[in-house]
């Protein structure tokens, strides 16, 4: 017997028990349907498990119709496990009956349990109809099972099933998705209604293995495109890396009259931060706020990451101003609750914009107040972040960060292993890195590659190259960044023989093409050692002469070994290729200057300032505590100004009387030996080891970072205060690591 539930509260006139409702049962001798048809006005419905039982005790499954209904609302909670029992309870069953549990395994990505369906369909003899099919071929799809779609198509043609086109559409899915492009071909021709889903899957399918001049050609060829099919053909474009043909849709997509969906805009955003067009990014904000949607979390997501990436970090600081970060933490998060995901992604945009800058500071202090407020920050921004620490240099922080993996317990797996190992490295501390390395039970090419790239960093050439050998005896096989770094160890070491070697390797066994970082690697390696005409001829034998790296890399090496013909030479063909390199303009005046050639350094600065090139200020930096120390050349602006120049005067003193000298010759000035000694000694990375003398205890080490190459007078300079204070002191430059101790570099004064 069923019942009926009746809810009244509309004569109470007494508000509380108003809000009380007065709910009355009454037996209902009735269809039984009724009992799960009855619907409540206020409050939540019985579970679905009280309908089951009560259904299977009053043997009320008999009603197939019944039955499958209930067995729609298992399907439609993602109840599988209830949905497959109550199947095997219902004694009677229709093709309705097993599309439905059949449709629901398909949605839950279940294909086997699908297929196993499907058999046994066939088995009890109930004709699968077009709804059951198009699930099958879509479990096809997704497993790559061509045989096994070919078999059932075949089925469907013998028995002459009348398809629709939506089963025509999972078939041509098929194909396509198995890479079956003759068979697809021949399908499509062969569809009498071509709706805009098909032929919205067979562009895509084209995109989607690279094929953008057969999928333009189809996207023409559309009789009616929808914002679907705009949305494909665009980010399709973006995915093959042809951002500017992607751009060139977008506006065709404007003058079709084609209304941008929310998905559009993102797709347009993200486009315009990869080209960096921040005009296209500032009339796609205006668009956005003209339709409303200014408030839809993924897109205000996509704003901040476009004005990041265009370089407008306060444009992107004024679209989160009504994303509070409290608003973001852990407990405001539900399964459908989706604005404070939305709103965590645009703050790791925030992040991400910052690094992506170079505004390491501004990022840290960002994901310091995400932490601080308990938002939940996703691995993309810890990453991000460790990144940021690597980059700059800041090995403390960075250990930080790494205390708060451990702490929220975030596996350190592969790729987040080859990040801690990449900031451990470029921070200064090997151990460190190693500590990483030996910890992942599992290591791929990627995390190979880091510690590669971490021993080259730190000049040690032959351990990187035991790394190398050990990972091709394990099995795994390098990628073109696993050459750059071999090659860059052999560099740093002047190892000849095995650069070459391994140059031939990627070339003859791995078929890998040669990139800019291998040929300029592979310049540098002989340029460095002196080997100056066989860099020389390297570059012309290789057509490599268009690539302003490899001159750059070049012509440092003739200032190196003073050969200031070839680097006239040289500095002629750089300034041809990119004429706005201050490189260029900076290491021919610096050749000129230290051969006391005034007035030829003279006349390469006055081109300089004439074309408007401006030189990159050398700057070096030190982190004491949370804060970092940033210097430049006769800097100051630091508080401590008066002492740390005091002290230099001293210790320079000091050092003299051990044997160093300045060495003027570098000073690229026509000035008096008085005055050369004075700017000399002013250097940044001077002034930033003089403040960590000052402020660290006696033993501590002291790491400086540089955003330039150290000069000779610098490195002898930090060799001879090693020595005097008896302290290890490492310094990064653009170059390497250079790890000086008791008067010793570990570059053995080869860089």
């Known amino acids: 017997m069923g019942y009926h539930i009746v809810v009244s509260c509309s004569r109470f006139t007494n508000p509380v028990l108003r809000n009380n409702f007065h709910i009355v049962t009454t037996p209902l001798p009735r269809h039984p349907c009724s009992f799960l048809y009855s619907t409540i006005s206020f409050g939540s419905p ?49 093709t309705q009956t097993w599309t439905i549990l059949i449709s629901g395994f398909a949605r839950a990505g279940s294909s086997e349990m699908v297929f196993n369906l499907f058999r046994e369909m ?76 098909s032929w919205n899957i067979m562009t895509g399918s084209y995109l989607r293995v690279g094929d953008v001049e057969k999928s333009l050609d189809m996207f023409r060829k559309f009789p009616y495109k929808d914002v679907v099919s705009w949305n494909t053909i665009i980010d399709g474009f973006m995915q093959c890396g042809y951002e500017r043909l992607a751009l060139e849709q977008l506006y065709r997509m404007v003058e079709y009259g084609t209304e941008f969906s929310a998905i559009t805009f993102s797709i347009a955003l993200i486009l315009a931060s990869s080209l960096s067009l921040v005009e296209v990014g500032r009339q796609l904000h205006g668009r956005v706020l003209k339709f409303g949607l200014n408030s839809d979390g993924f897109i205000r997501s996509s704003l901040v990451e476009m004005y990041g990436k265009c370089g407008r970090m ?91 993996i ?17 900031m451990y490295s470029k921070s200064g501390s090997l151990d460190d ?14 995390l190979w590659t880091s510690m590669i790239s971490g021993c080259a960093l730190h000049g040690q ?74 860099a020389k001829n390297f570059i012309f034998e290789n057509g490599i002469s268009h690539l302003t ?73 030190i982190q004491l505590k949370d804060q970092i120390h940033t210097f430049i050349v006769g800097d100051r602006s630091h508080p401590q100004d008066k002492e740390i120049y005091s002290h230099l005067d001293s210790l320079i003193g000091r050092l003299k009387e051990i044997g160093y000298s300045l060495d003027v010759k570098l000073v690229m000035q026509d000035v008096e030996e008085e005055q050369r000694e004075v700017l000399i000694s002013h250097h940044s990375e001077k002034l930033a080891l003089v403040f960590g003398i000052i402020n660290t205890s006696q033993r501590t080490p002291i ?16 060799k001879y205060a090693s020595q005097l204070l008896e302290r290890d002191i490492i310094v990064r430059d653009t170059h390497r690591f250079h790890h000086f101790k008791q008067g010793n570099c570990s570059c053995g004064d080869y860089w």
């Open 461 to 534: 050439g032959r351990n990187a190259i035991s790394l190398f050998e050990g990972m091709l005896h394990q099995g795994i096989i390098p990628n073109e960044v696993s050459f750059v770094a071999v090659l860059n160890a052999c560099s740093h070491v002047g190892l000849i023989e095995e650069g070459c070697r391994y140059f031939k390797m990627m070339k003859d066994i791995y078929h890998i093409n040669p990139e800019v970082e291998h040929y300029t690697s592979m310049v540098n390696l002989y340029g460095r050692s002196g080997h100056l005409f066989e």
């Open 46 to 94: 019985p579970p679905l498990g009280a309908y089951h039982s009560h259904l299977l005790k009053n043997g009320s499954l008999q009603n197939l119709n019944l039955a499958n209904y209930l067995l729609s609302l298992y399907v439609k909670s993602s109840n599988m496990n209830h949905a497959h029992k109550l199947f095997y309870e219902i004694p009677h069953k229709n």
């Open 549 to 621: 790296p490899v001159w750059r890399s070049f012509l440092s090496s003739c200032r190196l070994h003073k050969n200031i013909e070839m680097g006239k030479s040289v500095s002629e063909m750089l300034l041809q290729s990119a004429p706005s390199d201050p490189d260029a303009y900076i290491l021919l005046s610096n050749m000129c200057s230290s051969n006391h050639r005034w007035d030829e350094a003279a006349k390469v600065r006055g081109l300089m300032h004439q074309r408007g090139v401006k030189k990159q200020p050398g700057q070096s930096w």
């Open 122 to 197: 066939q088995a009890k003899g109930a004709l699968p109809n077009q709804y059951t099919l198009s699930s099958v071929f879509k479990c096809c799809s997704a497993e790559n099972n061509l045989q096994m779609g070919k078999g059932i198509h075949a089925w469907v043609l013998r028995n002459g099933v009348d398809g629709d086109v939506v089963l025509e559409n999972s078939i041509l899915d098929l194909y396509l998705k198995c890479k079956a492009f003759e068979y697809a071909e021949s399908f499509f021709e062969l569809m009498i209604e071509k709706d805009i889903v």
């Open 433 to 446: 890195a190693w500590m990483i390395f030996r910890r992942i039970n599992e290591p791929n090419v990627v």
């Open 703 to 718: 790491r400086i970072m540089k955003n330039l190459r150290i000069c000779t007078d610098c490195h002898n300079f930090i």
């Open 314 to 404: 306060d444009k992107a600081s004024t679209i989160l101003k009504d994303v509070p970060l409290n608003f973001l933490r852990k407990e405001n998060f539900g399964v459908t609750c989706k604005e404070p995901k939305a709103g965590m992604v645009s703050w790791s945009s925030m992040v991400s914009g910052y690094v992506w800058n170079g505004k390491y500071e501004d990022g840290m202090k960002i994901f310091r107040s995400m932490v601080r407020e308990l938002v939940v920050v996703d691995i993309r921004t810890v990453v991000t972040i460790i990144s940021a620490c690597a980059n700059a240099g800041i090995l403390e922080f960075g250990k930080q960060i790494h205390a708060y």
């Open 406 to 422: 451990q702490k929220i317990g975030l596996r350190i797996d592969a790729y987040v292993g080859s990040s801690l190992i990449d």
